[in-house]
C-alpha cells in the first residue's frame, strides 16, 4: 500500500523561508523545526 504525500500550504513553505532567510537556520534546521522534509522546500 503506497503511502500518502502530505501537502503543505504556502503559509508553511513561507514560514520555512523566513526562518531560513532572516533567522539564519540552516535548511535541515528550519524543516525539523516544522516538522517537514527537505525535499517539501527544494521543491
Known amino acids: 500500500m503506497a ?3 502530505r501537502t503543505f ?3 508553511v513553505k513561507l514560514e520555512a523561508a523566513c ?3 532572516d533567522k ?3 535548511l ?4 525539523h523545526f516544522l516538522d ?4 517539501v522546500l527544494k521543491c
Open 28 to 31: 535541515r534546521d528550519a524543516c
Open 3 to 5: 503511502k500518502k504525500c
Open 9 to 11: 500550504s504556502k503559509e
Open 36 to 39: 517537514v522534509g527537505e525535499i
Open 19 to 21: 526562518l531560513f532567510l
Open 24 to 26: 539564519g537556520y540552516f
